[in-house]
């Protein structure tokens, strides 16, 4: 008999109570007491003018590494907490207390970087080479090349200080005005993200019921949105500007460290490919008895039947697609479903979307979505749970070597939903059943090249317009159509105007442009996937390899050290583009 699964996170492991928890409140306390130690310590720092390395310096990085585990810890505990109950009062009050706490912790690292800015270059160089600090020099030399890029200390302290209240105030508005949202669906009030599960519906008349509903929902808000968005772009583009910053891209690409000639071959390779995804929207027109696709359609399910898998099926079916490649993998994940690493349940009151989530100090992580058994639903388990693989390879690493970037950590997650999605295709019964797999995968294609690239043409345009005054929802509504347009080559019948305000990834603080890493994520991984087939179970450990360097490595230098290709050169993202044009011929075969 199949191992039953429950679909409820367990958070009581990590800390007991909820957002009532006295264990958390003692926690919260001991993490400020190691604040305030770290500030005495910085302030009493000399930066060495020899190439001895100082003991105060390397206690400094060991507080600073056990403050952001906690810190880690503590903002991940609070994040579950308002995403499986938007109406908890008291989890929104330690949200605001970690990001008091975030914003302290900030302005003494900032403090720290400047002194390292002023170590003379040879003696820095020493320094790295040094027993204390080789094996972070990586990310000691990047803190302080990017401090060279700010400010004073004092101004960047008083930007953190104002950006608690006011530039993560607007994304914490964003949340609570989105929790606050329901949409009535045959007479069942749904959450947004409920109500965005049906849109993955076989019936065209449910799909297009729920999205003009959705659509009449988002509009009604869309002025309070559009402040949200406005606010929340005008304090990142003054920022930009006190620092003396005009390229927009120049944090998200050092965020994802990556170079803009990188991001710019990756775009013109993927343009050049856009046509082949016409023809399979075309296609999938004709599959649905329609004319032409709208953006309703491009997500539904080809044929009558709606195949659908229990919470514990798609738990099971993952864990076996794993082990084929990597049973350590395999492992990971059946000990994250039977300790309740995982929320999953359907219901209401629940934040939209999905999430993996890190706790570093308890070396644990947790999953978060919305499962109602659809293929999409099973995809996006795997792929999460390929975000806590990554987590889970790096635990008993340094801290500061455990920050990898947006973009690789994508790697991660798209490579374990391309296992599970490639093992379900050869493993289809009927040509039938086959065709949806096959679907599904290329379905997954045109998400990354088109619906992630029209995210990337909006946020472009938008903060390039933004940079002049503020901009209306309808202006917004403009600029969503137009990227869409571009970005499906004028293909649909009806786009999204209110997808600006719907997709959460466009109101977060800490990571401006949450667009172009998941596609970079999804075409890297490929590369990955064609060696890791090719080698088989002894790939396992190169893989691993490959995730502990995500944090410790430019994305240029990874592929190269790892895969021996040139990022900046077209042929890695052409032949990237070419292994993932197998599964659309073979579809349009198939469907013929």
Not at 149 to 172: F, M, R, S, T
Not at 352 to 372: A, L, V, W
């Amino acid at each position: 008999m199949m191992q039953q699964f429950k679909p409820v996170w367990d958070l009581d492991a990590i800390f007991e109570g909820g957002s009532a928890s006295q264990q958390l409140h003692k926690y919260i306390e001991k993490t400020e007491e190691e604040i305030r130690t770290l500030q005495m310590m910085v302030e009493a720092f000399l930066p060495p003018k020899q190439a001895e390395p100082p003991d105060s310096m390397e206690e400094i990085i060991h507080v600073m590494q056990e403050i952001t585990k906690r810190l880690g810890e503590f903002g991940a505990y609070v994040s579950c907490l308002t995403a499986q109950d938007v109406s908890d009062r008291k989890a929104n009050i330690l949200m605001s207390k970690r990001s008091e706490l975030g914003a302290r912790f900030e302005n003494i690292l900032t403090q720290f970087d400047q002194k390292l800015v002023q170590i003379k270059e040879e003696v820095w160089k020493a320094l790295l080479t040094s027993q204390p600090f080789n094996h972070v020099a990586f990310v000691l030399n990047e803190r302080r090349q990017l401090a060279m890029d700010k400010l004073d200390a004092e101004k960047e302290a008083l930007i953190n200080d104002l950006a608690v209240d006011g530039y993560h105030g607007w994304e914490q508005m964003y949340d609570a005005l989105v929790g606050q949202m329901s949409i009535n669906v045959n007479g069942e009030e749904l959450s947004v993200g409920q109500a965005a599960n049906k849109l993955s519906s076989s019936d065209r008349h449910v799909r297009k019921e729920v999205f003009n509903k959705l659509q009449e929902a988002w509009g009604k808000k869309e002025d309070l949105f559009s402040e949200t968005l406005n606010h929340m772009s005008g304090f990142r583009l003054q920022m930009y500007a006190r620092r003396e910053w005009t390229n927009l891209l120049k944090e998200p690409l050092e965020m994802n460290r990556m170079s803009e000639e990188t991001l710019t071959t990756m775009w013109d390779t993927i343009k050049k490919y856009k046509s082949h995804y016409v023809k399979y929207l075309e296609r999938k027109a004709k599959l649905l008895d329609i004319d032409q696709l709208s953006f309703f359609d491009v997500e539904a399910p080809i044929g009558s039947a709606e195949e659908t898998m229990s919470y514990t099926e798609g738990a099971q079916f993952i864990i076996d697609q794993f082990r084929q490649f990597s049973p350590k993998m395999a492992e990971f994940a059946e000990m994250a479903f039977e300790k309740r690493w995982i929320e999953a349940e359907d219901r209401a009151g629940k934040r939209p979307g999905g999430f993996c989530t890190s706790f570093p100090d308890s070396k644990e992580t947790r999953i978060f979505m919305t499962y109602s058994g659809t293929p999409s639903n099973v995809a996006t388990l795997a792929h999460e749970l390929g975000h806590a693989y990554h987590q889970h390879v790096m635990n008993d690493m340094a801290i500061l070597n455990q920050g990898y970037a947006m973009n690789v950590a994508e790697t991660a997650s798209t490579f374990a939903e391309m296992i599970v999605a490639d093992a379900a295709v050869e493993k289809a019964k009927t040509e039938e059943e086959k065709l949806v797999l096959l679907e599904d995968k290329v379905q997954r294609s045109v998400a990354f090249f088109m619906n992630i690239h029209a995210r990337f043409l909006f946020e472009t345009k938008f903060y390039e317009e933004r940079k002049s005054g503020v901009l209306p929802a309808d202006r917004l509504n403009e600029l969503m159509i137009e990227a869409q347009k571009e970005a499906y080559l004028e293909t649909l019948e009806e786009y999204d105007p209110s997808f600006w305000a719907s997709k959460l990834h466009f109101h977060i603080t800490d990571v401006p442009f949450y667009n172009f890493p998941y596609t970079f994520g999804y075409l890297f991984s490929l590369g990955i996937y064609a060696k890791a087939k090719q080698e088989g179970q002894s790939f396992e450990e190169d893989y691993i390899s490959l995730l502990q360097d995500t944090g410790r490595m430019t994305v240029e230098e990874l592929a190269e050290k790892h895969l021996d290709v040139d990022l900046t050169k077209p042929d890695f993202w052409e032949h990237a583009l070419e292994l993932g044009l197998k599964d659309l011929e073979e579809f349009m075969k198939l469907s013929s």
